[in-house]
């Protein structure tokens, strides 16, 4: 069964300070491996994505990285801000004959307190 | 453009009730999905649809109905609403061109609870 495991489930920092979040996943054939951003009340959207061939990615100041070997990825946060206060979801995509399954993980909640 | 538009925000039914959700997007998407999300568990796949005239079921279909008559709008139908069916639902939609790689373009989601 296609598994997403995401760590913390919570987390708590200040303003300012570094995190990084961890995927595990257990999904194949491994297509893709998406982090989205949730805001409370809102829809999730696209940071980054990383394809079976990326080690590391940046989108300003979150960089994601891929180990394909161990099945792992984080996402990394650098000088945190009060607006990166949300839910980061991991998102596995999975090739299955004609049709690409996703698995979502829970969810980190990040708090940054000023 | 608006993107993913889900009408409405909140709403609060009785044991039975029926209901539609609205879903409407405006980026010639062929692909759209409607999500729930509960408490402590990952975004749960309900039905998709790769085109108009095209729908198929996901992991939790149960008590959940859809059409696709048009490529911009995806209703989600409650039939007889049940207590387990509060949840906040979302809608998404994906490029068709981009496949696997194309992001999911979510809208800011219906919160549902029935009574």
């Known amino acids: 069964k296609n598994q997403v495991e995401q760590s913390p489930q919570s987390l708590i920092i200040l303003e300012g300070k570094n995190c990084t979040l961890q995927c595990n996943y257990t999904v194949s054939p491994f297509s893709n491996l998406r982090w989205y951003k949730q805001d409370t009340g809102r829809g999730p959207v696209s940071l980054t994505i990383?394809?079976?061939?990326?080690n590391t990615k940046s989108n300003g100041r979150y960089t994601a990285t891929l180990d394909a070997d161990t099945k792992q990825s984080s996402l990394h946060i650098t000088a945190s801000q009060l607006s990166d206060s949300a839910s980061y979801i991991c998102v596995v995509s999975a090739y299955g004959g004609s049709n690409y399954k996703l698995t979502f993980g829970k969810g980190t909640l990040l708090t940054v307190n000023p | 453009n608006a993107g993913v538009t889900q009408t409405p925000k909140f709403q609060v039914l009785k044991t039975g009730q029926s209901m539609t959700l609205q879903c409407a997007q405006d980026?010639?998407?062929?692909?759209m999905s409607w999500y729930r999300q509960d408490p402590g568990m990952g975004l749960r796949l309900i039905h998709y649809?790769?085109?108009?005239?095209?729908?198929d079921q996901g992991e939790v279909p149960n008590g959940y109905n859809v059409s696709r008559s048009t490529t911009e709008d995806f209703p989600l139908r409650l039939l007889s609403a049940a207590p387990s069916q509060t949840s906040v639902y979302f809608c998404?939609?994906?490029?068709?061109?981009?496949?696997?790689?194309?992001?999911?373009?979510f809208g800011n989601g219906t919160r549902l609870t029935v009574t």
């Open positions: 998404a939609s994906r490029s068709g061109t981009g496949g696997p790689n194309s992001p999911l373009h």
């Open positions: 649809s790769v085109g108009a005239g095209i729908t």
């Open positions: 980026m010639n998407h062929e692909y």
């Open positions: 990383m394809t079976f061939s990326e």
